[in-house]
């Protein structure tokens, strides 16, 4: 069946007026930016999500020659601020430091349609760090990994683990340690690194799988005590800590990753120019000195915007399979 002239005459216009609207586009894209540009966090301030963004807000503003703006927006393990960037125009002028908490895990367990693949644009990944298991030393005489667990398995249930909130890493690695070491901890989660630091410091509860940024300073200056780390490798910021491998609990595979998305559909040209703006900013030897001081690890993961992509898409099929593992469902 042949179409119709009409018919072929209106696809062919519409065809037209879509092309004709790209060069449009790209020519305000261009001008991009001139405002100032929202940096969207997801949790309180004071947790390595908000202190990440902080550090390179200032010269990713010199090098746009727009102030970048950090905008906290707390609760729902991070989720309220993907939900906000999700339903956001387009346009280059709200952005997100998400990481992987509120990217690929905590959409699993937190009553939530946020899907990262079909809802953000991915713009660059920035670096990682590891968890660190740290107790507050004034409530419990821990030294080892060992001794925390032989502590949990004389008292089930009675020990009490801190997170920045459901489906986080701190989460997540409680729970698969908890899992693997064969004990039962009640978990209780915050809306932030910062509100889970001060309950820990407080003694309110009894441990946390922090992020790395968020617990070196209290770990420096002695109020906490580190027992492990997550990664593969020790970390270059506490390298007299073992690994918990080294500590007899293999099979931990959870790490906080750091990133800048966008809502879906980002003019290419804003992409391309954000993206090149991201990476003269991480190229900083100041801005590396200051994320390398808080324990991020740059680099190391996806390189490019079409890369980055790809990478969500592996991680949000293995946080799929890990909080499947683990029993957890949406709350």
Known sequence: ????????????????????????????????????????????????????????????????????????????SGLIASDYVAKADPDGYTLMLANMQSTVSAPYVVQSDIDPIRDFTAVRYIGSVPNVLVINPTKHDYKTVQNLIDDAKARPKQLLYASSGQGSPQHLSAARFS????VEMEHVPYKGSGQAMTDLLGGNVDMNFDTLPGAIGQVQAGKLRPLAVTSAQRSKR??????????????????????????????????????????????????????????????????????????????????????????????
């Open 1 to 76: 069946m042949h179409t119709p002239v009409r018919a072929w005459a209106s696809a062919l216009a519409i065809t037209t007026l879509i092309s004709a609207g790209s060069p449009a586009l790209a020519q305000d894209a261009s001008k991009w930016p001139e405002r100032p540009i929202r940096l969207v966090v997801g949790f309180v301030p004071g947790g390595g999500t908000d202190v990440s963004a902080r550090i390179l807000s200032a010269k990713l503003s010199s090098v746009l020659g727009q102030q970048i703006v950090v905008e906290n927006k707390p609760g729902a």
């Open 179 to 182: 899992q693997i070491a064969g």
């Open 238 to 331: 506490l390298p007299e800590v073992p690994t918990l491998a080294e500590a007899g609990i293999k099979g931990m595979d959870i790490i906080q990753w750091y990133a800048l998305l966008a809502p879906a559909k980002l003019p290419k040209p804003i992409l391309d120019k954000l993206d090149q703006a991201v990476a003269q900013t991480l190229a900083d030897p100041e801005i590396q000195a200051k994320l390398a001081d808080q324990g991020m690890e740059l680099g190391g993961g996806p390189e490019t915007p079409v890369e980055f992509a790809s990478y969500i898409k592996d991680e949000w099929s293995k946080y799929g399979k890990i909080t499947s593992s683990l029993g957890l469902s949406k709350q």
